[in-house]
Structures are given as C-alpha cells and as structure tokens.
C-alpha cells in the first residue's frame, strides 16, 4: 500500500499545461507534488478549483510603497504566489547595495520573489541618479541565487548604437542562460527588428498593434493592468490572433491603495475574465506562460514541481478559499523584527525657496512668455505642448486658469546636481502644491503647484521627513505627508497604516484639484526614457531627440 502523503487537495482541477478543466486531485508530499491522482493523505482539503499559484510576471515592489514582505502579506491571501522583481527603483538610488539589501528582504516573506538584475541605472546621461550599475556590477549581480533574467534594457537607442556597455550586460545574462527582459514603448519597424534580435519579453505595448507586431517577431508579450498603466483591455484581443501562451499578465506599477483595495496580479486574472477571456486562458497567463519566460519551477500543477496552489470556491470571480506554498497552507510570515535592510536618510538637498523653483522672466519678455509645456496626457504618457504663461515681479508665473501649473525636480542624491524648472499642464491643480521624492527613474524630488512658494514648502517638508509623497493646501495651512523613509521611495510601517496615509495625502491632493491617479501621474513626470517631454534636474528633455532643451522660447 502507498505511504500515506502529507495533504491531499481535491477539486477541479485548472491544467495550465493542457489548458483543459479536470475533476481530480493534487497529492502533495514534503512540499512538493508527488501525484496528481488519489493518495492516502494525513489530510483532505476540498475545493471548487485548484489552479497553480499566480505570479506577476514583472513589477517594481517600490511603487506599492511598502517593504517586500509587507507586499507579500497583501498579496499571498490573494493567491498570488511568487512576483518577477525588478529592483530597478532601489538601485538608481542605492546602486548595487540596494539591490542585494531587496534580495536579502526576500527572505522574510513566503512570496516566492524572484529577481532582475536592474540594466539601466541611470536610465539615461539626462539626470543625475543616486548610482551607476555598470557592466562589471551588472555581471555580479546576476549570480546571486534568486536572480533570473536582466532587467528591462531601457536604453533602446544604445542596444540600436552597438553601446558596448548595454551590450556587455546583455551578454553576461546570456552567458548564465538568463532571459532578458524589453523596454520599448513605442519603438517599431526596423528598430524593432533588430531589437527583438536581443530582447526576450516587452510590457510596455499600449495599442494592439505595438502588441501584435512583438508577438510576430517572437517576443513575449506582458499585457500590464498597473495603476498607472492599464493596457489590458485594449491588448485582451491579441488572444484571438496569437499563441495565449505568449502572453503574460503583469502590473508593472501597482500603488499601496490599489493594491490593498483590488490585488496584485490577481486583479489582472479577474479583469482578463470580465473582459471575456477563458478562464483557463487567464490563470495560463498568470502562471505557466510566465513560469517558463524564467524557467521557474513553480506556476504549474505537475508532479515534481512545488506544491505552491491557490484553493478557489469559484474560478470566474477568483474567489480565494486558501492559498498553498511549498505545501504550507495559508502560509504567513515568521514574526520580523525589522521590514527591510535597505538604507535610510537618504533624500539629502539644502532647504530651498518659492524662488529657487521659477524660472527668471527674459529681459525682452514683457509681460508674457513663450514656453515649452510637458503635457501629462494620462498614464505614463506626455505631449509636446507651448503656451503663454504671465511674467510678473521677473519670474515666470503659471497660468493656473489654463490648467498650468509650475514644474521643478531637484537632485537630491547629495550629489549638487541642481534643480530643473518647467511647466505641466493636465494634472488639475488649481491652488496649492504637490510633490514626492517618488520620481521614475532617479527618484529625485519632484514638485508640481499654482505657487512656487507651496512647492517649497512642499520640498522642504519631503527633506526634512526622509522622502515621501505630501500636499499643501495654502489656503488652510494644512499639510498631508506619506513619510518614505526608506530609499525615499517605501514605508518600513505596515500596510495598513501606509495606506491611510497615502489616502490622507491623495484625499487633499483632489480637494486641491488634481486629476484622478495625479500623484502616480507625478512620479512619471521626470523619467526621461519614455516621450514626448520630461522634466529632469538637469532641465527639460526632449526625449525623441535624447536632449535638453530650453524651455522658453521666447
């Protein structure tokens, strides 16, 4: 007679490999799938379905705000089971340091974190970042056990220029057998050709043909439903016309209130299903199709693999009844003592006045200005726009009427690096200031207001706090702060408090009249490697001619 196993799951079962639902059951022996048959078990759980665990296919744990293992506590009840994590935050502020302090946080959470080694930090010669990982580091980096693939290469125009050190990291991912992960928003024809000649997977398509003209040459394609990026009801339809098992569900970006509100990973199941996908279809793309992008062991039901499992009572609604890894049900971390190893005090710029951040009126200006606009467009994209904006008492002042408002993004690694001054139009602002040192991708202070006297105060109370995201309201006094001590970019205080903290800040931010998701808006404004516009330390970048130009025209 067969030994007795440690637990038996029955239920129907979700087989990613045949894509097909099976009534049976999933024998599980020391953490591990032994059978997926009847066995004596010490203990029986029932089901209404049994899929493998989710794993979000690529995202970045800084934007939730919160440390790693606080993201697993919000996550794993979910059925989330594992994340691809690109560290690439962290290290344009903490370099090389940061990224193994993130690896070694994963060891206080049952989320199965795997890792990208960052290849693009700084992300380009336009900004100053608080670190350089270079070639040698990168190399380095790639050997530490749960490392799986070269971050998303982001420096499309130096894989296309034959930049030595871009390719150098390339191919010390592709000597270790790693997969190396795409960045190319917007790129097509034959530039798309030669990339997708390095280049393994890509997040960033928005339009169905960007998705589709991907999955032609092979790449695989991540359909991303982030808080700031929402691509996956428009790119849904690619299931019709390619292989489902080039695709991927990903969140790229997911804020603290998202994802205590609506999950991880698992929102982009649940919005897959409402869409009209197959179920089926959804849970491979969460699973499976991702495990086998990084050759992971896991994602999969299959004797031999671990015994990470999500326990559902209903498949279409992903109604989560428990959640299994390595055979632990309902898995929960052992009590911590600290939340993170990554460093503090790290936001570090001399206290600054409203008229440090305008920009000086020209001689022969008048009582107007021609200027050079970044236009916030929605998401993460921005519009090349000019308009008329006031001179009065020698600065440059925002027509706050036509929904433009001032601009500044200051260095603030300790490195002098200077501040950039310019305008936005579409966040909404009406009065007051916004800003956070929350700014893709070197994480400088950036600051958004009507007055350039609220954006200081704004900035200095970021300095003075350690980093994080806060508004003022000059009209009350009053003042909402999210405190991000660590990196400047995360909480080392749990979930719940994170959240209603960033509710608190995003709930004044709006009675000032930023638009809907302004402060994730915010954040994107200064990355200087998606177009059209972006604002940086260094000044204004245009980002299709890769340079800085001015921002008054005349």
């Known amino acids: 007679m067969t030994d007795p196993v440690d637990t038996l799951v029955r239920g129907t079962l979700v087989n990613v490999h045949t894509g097909t639902l099976e009534d049976g059951a ?4 020391d953490g591990e799938i032994v059978a997926l048959a009847e066995r004596p078990a010490e203990r029986t759980l029932d089901a209404g379905y049994v899929t493998p665990g989710l794993i979000d296919a690529h995202m970045h744990v800084e934007s939730s705000m919160v440390t790693l293992p606080e993201y697993g506590d919000a996550v794993l009840p979910r059925g989330v089971t594992s994340v691809v994590h690109d560290p690439h935050e962290i290290a344009n502020v903490l370099g090389a340091a940061g990224v193994r302090a993130v690896v070694a946080d994963a060891t206080n959470t049952p989320l199965k974190a795997r890792f990208t080694v ?35 290469v982001m420096d499309i125009p130096g894989l296309l220029a034959g930049d030595d050190e871009v390719h150098a ?99 982009a199941v649940r919005k897959a299903i409402d869409e009209g996908a197959d179920p089926v279809d959804a849970v491979q793309m969460a699973t499976l199709n ?64 409203g008229a440090d951040l305008a920009i000086e009126a020209p001689e022969d200006a008048g009582h107007t200005a021609r200027v050079r606009v ?4 929605g998401g993460l994209q921005t519009d090349p726009m000019e308009a008329t904006v006031p001179a009065d008492a020698g600065v440059l002042t925002p027509p706050v009427d036509e929904d433009i408002v001032s601009l500044a993004v200051i260095e603030r690694h300790g490195r002098d690096g200077g501040i950039g001054r310019g305008f936005a139009h579409g966040l909404g ?22 007055s350039h006297d609220a954006m200081a105060r704004v900035a200095n109370h970021l300095r003075d706090v350690g980093g994080g995201i806060a508004a003022v309201d000059p009209d009350s006094s009053e003042m909402a702060v999210l405190p991000l001590p660590v990196a400047g970019l995360m909480s080392d205080e ?61």
Request: hydrophobic share 45%.
């Open 169 to 267: 990291k390339i191919a010390a991912a592709r000597e270790r057998g790693l997969t190396v992960d795409g960045h190319m928003p917007g790129v097509d024809g034959a530039a798309l050709h030669e990339a997708a000649r390095y280049l393994d997977t890509d997040h960033e398509s928005i339009t169905l043909a960007e998705a589709r003209a991907r999955a032609t040459l092979g790449i695989r394609v991540y359909l991303r439903e982030g808080s700031s990026s929402r691509n996956l009801a428009d790119l849904l339809p690619l299931v019709d016309t390619v292989d489902t098992r080039r695709l991927s569900l990903c969140t790229d970006d997911r804020e603290v209130v998202d994802l205590v509100d609506h999950g991880g990973v698992d929102f």
């Open 290 to 353: 991702t495990a086998e992008s990084y050759d992971l062991p896991f994602g999969r039901l299959k004797p031999g693999a671990p015994a990470d499992l999500v326990l559902l009572d209903d498949l279409e609604s992903w109604t989560v009844a428990g959640v299994m890894v390595d055979g632990e049900l309902d898995p929960t971390a052992d009590a911590r003592t600290e939340t993170t190893n990554l460093a503090t005090d790290t936001v570090q710029f001399d206290p600054v006045s």
């Open 494 to 554: 749990p979930l719940e408090t994170v959240y209603e903290e960033y509710k608190r800040v995003e709930s004044l931010a709006t009675d000032l009249g930023l638009v809907e998701a302004g402060l994730m808006e915010l954040s994107f404004l200064a990355l200087e490697v998606i177009p059209t516009y972006r604002l940086t330390n260094r000044g204004l970048v245009d980002v299709e001619a890769g340079e800085h130009v001015d921002v008054v025209l005349s």
């Open 118 to 152: 960052p290849s693009s930090v700084p992300a380009s010669a336009l900004q100053d970042a608080g670190a350089t990982v270079d070639a040698a580091t990168v190399a380095s980096l790639l050997d530490l056990d749960p490392v799986v693939a070269l971050g998303e």
């Open 374 to 377: 970044v236009d916030a467009v």
């Open 26 to 29: 999933v024998a599980i022996d």
């Open 429 to 450: 602002l009406r009065r007051g200031a916004v800003g956070s040192t929350v700014a893709h991708d070197a994480h400088n202070c950036v600051v958004a207001g009507a």
